[in-house]
């Protein structure tokens, strides 16, 4: 199995209390933000993804969000370059871009194979829609956001494969010349990842022979998780192959603790401002009207109960929403898992919401120590 | 008064159309909210007028086609449903997104047109004036913020939902959304044309409007200088629904 450290750089220090207050921390108004302290935790939270590389994780992994305390990465090809030239062997994951989101794809077929090249093809290349909360703050139209996903990724995948210069005559974007400096070095282009909280369509589209991208389940209950999982499995069948566990991913929080009550006892308040305040935004701005098919959101909303409710930490280790324990908790958790599911990568957030650099640290060596060399030699 | 309930078929695209009346034919062009059910505002108008409430394409029972992608798209089919229906000296009233598109009908083609009634219109940005965010509304707060009074805000809400309806008010939100989402709720190429609309201009504003405040309404006297302005006391975004008569008579005047 391959194990990738990943990040969401939260604002970590966020006014609690404002951030309850307000109900939400996106679109929280950045009178609350101190560029003192987003100077200290960006530091902080890039030292401790190269840390990463140190206590022998195979990836590790930024991805985008836009104003928001959730996370402090509206580019994260800002932080995957300092971490292209502080790294040596570690893969670069960012997960993702936001396709929709950005005014062209170009751009981002540009950068992640700058990357690529920077870092001697270490780069995974992962795409995404953004939430639902970005079409709001970024304006861009939720009900054509599958079209431009779709669109962006063509012309990126063109563009890293194609010799140029050609044209491209989309819907939405269009250029006439085509012809990238630079090239990605992996060949024939980096490894594209798809992160997802869960759907049939991008589970189709994902798995489709021309394509055969890794699918990743990310924060979920683990029934939903395994649920997601075999569902790809199942379409790569329907396709007429079997696919790799290196095609499924899971991306889960965790916290390894000497004992299964340190472990909930350090993580408690962190991982509950986590769920519970950073992760939390009403309805209306989580699904815009086309961000999700219509029959999908109905069911959000006869279950918006059960979501939008606080969860307790106890509740989310039930759910498996959350990995919590001593190492050998962790260890014989994830084996369970796997067994069951086969995913052949597993991203873990050491960090979330609040918790402080010491801690994360203390979960990390814990991880790595004790529980990575377990799982790694899953096969 | 007995309304016709049926549809009709123009550019391959279904639309339930709802029709009563004798006269001159008006075309009443309904908001994001849709057209759901026959209004008393409807039949008093049809004691005058041949009186059509189409639901839009994308809206209600109507059929979503896929060539609908913007405000220009919708104006352009209603300009063919005007000719497909043969209607001719019409009085085209719209009210909110429905305003919006009887203006972007009116700068293209005003040949099949007598007047246009714009009834708190969506469709231009106004300076310093700051719509209310539907999107980010729960359906409960939209049916709140579209009334003054909230006895008639109580009593739409009061009615039970079914899965039909649910349908219809997702079905709704997404065409809006998907007309009207970015640039929100106007069309900033819209008022360099404005001139072109040489058929008399009445515009209606309820004064306590939470949606489209009307603050926005100075902004259309200065845009449409001839036009009859009427702003009605006591009264949210639907003049025509909470102020029935005051808003027949202004129409008819």
């Known amino acids: 199995m391959q194990i990738i450290l990943f990040h969401l750089m939260p604002y970590a220090e966020v006014d609690i209390d404002a951030a309850r207050k307000h109900g939400t921390v996106w679109g929280l108004p950045n009178k609350h933000y101190d560029p003192q302290v987003a100077h200290r935790l960006y530091n902080r939270f890039l030292d401790e993804l190269e840390y990463g590389e140190e206590l022998g994780f195979d990836g590790i992994s930024v991805n985008e969000h836009h104003q928001t305390a959730y996370g402090m990465m509206p580019s994260p090809i800002v932080t995957a370059s300092a971490l292209a030239r502080r790294t040596k062997k570690v893969k670069i994951a960012i997960l993702g871009s936001a396709l929709p989101l950005r005014t062209h794809p170009m751009m981002v077929a540009e950068e992640h194979a700058m990357i690529d090249v920077i870092s001697g093809g270490r780069l995974i290349s992962g795409f995404v829609r953004g939430i639902g909360a970005e079409y709001h703050t970024f304006g861009v139209n939720p009900t054509i956001s599958h079209d431009r996903f779709h669109e962006a990724h063509d012309l990126i995948v063109r563009a890293w494969t194609e010799k140029g210069p050609f044209s491209f005559e989309g819907h939405h974007y269009r250029v006439n010349y085509v012809n990238l400096w630079p090239q990605p070095m992996q060949k024939p282009h980096p490894p594209i990842w798809i992160p997802s909280q869960g759907s049939k369509e991008t589970i189709d589209w994902a798995a489709h022979p021309d394509r055969r991208y890794t699918y990743l389940q990310t924060f979920s209950p683990s029934k939903v998780v395994a649920r997601y999982l075999k569902m790809y499995r199942d379409t790569c069948q329907g396709f007429g192959y079997t696919a790799k566990d290196s095609q499924l991913g899971w991306s889960i929080p965790i916290y390894v603790g000497k004992t299964d009550d340190a472990a909930r006892r350090e993580a408690k308040v962190h991982f509950e401002n986590f769920r519970n305040v950073f992760v939390r935004m009403p309805l209306e701005m989580l699904l815009p009207p086309g961000y999700t098919s219509r029959d999908s959101l109905k069911n959000v909303m006869k279950a918006k109960a059960q979501m939008f409710g606080d969860v307790t930490i106890e509740q989310a280790i039930e759910l498996g929403l959350f990995v919590c324990g001593s190492p050998q908790t962790v260890l014989s958790i994830f084996k369970n898992h796997w067994n069951e599911m086969r995913f052949g990568n597993l991203l873990v957030s050491c960090q979330f919401g609040t918790l402080p650099g010491d801690l994360t640290r203390k979960n990390m060596e814990l991880f790595a120590r004790e529980v990575m060399p377990g799982l790694k030699a899953l096969n | ?253």
């Open chain 2, 1 to 253: 008064m007995k309304f016709s309930d049926g549809f009709v078929e123009v550019l391959g695209c279904k639309v339930h159309l709802r029709r009563a009346g004798k006269g001159n034919p008006l075309l009443f062009l309904h908001g994001a909210s849709g057209a759901p059910a026959v209004l008393p505002f409807m039949e008093k108008l049809a004691e005058r007028f041949d009186v059509l409430v189409p639901e839009h394409p994308g809206y209600g029972q109507s059929d979503e086609p896929a060539w609908l992608e913007n405000i220009h798209d919708m104006a352009y089919f209603y300009l063919d449903f005007l000719k497909h229906l043969g209607l001719k000296e019409v009085t085209l009233v719209g009210s909110s997104m429905g305003g919006w598109i009887a203006m972007e009908m009116a700068v293209r083609d005003t040949s099949r047109l007598s007047s246009l009634v714009l009834v708190g219109p969506a469709g231009i940005a106004a300076p310093g004036v700051k719509p209310a965010d539907i999107f980010l509304m729960s359906p409960e707060e939209v049916v709140k913020g579209l009334f003054f009074d909230q006895k008639l805000a109580a009593a739409r809400l009061a009615i039970p939902e079914t899965p039909e309806s649910i349908d219809v008010g997702l079905k709704n939100r997404h065409t809006t959304a998907r007309l009207a989402w970015e640039p929100r709720l106007h069309d900033p190429f819209l008022p360099k044309w404005l001139h072109r609309i040489d058929v008399p201009v009445k515009i209606i504003w309820g004064k306590q409007d939470k949606i489209l405040p009307a603050a926005f309404a100075s902004h259309y006297q200065k845009l449409f200088p001839k036009a009859e302005m009427f702003l009605f006391d006591d009264c949210g975004h639907l003049p025509h629904v909470e102020k029935a008569e005051k808003f027949v008579e202004a129409v008819c005047r």
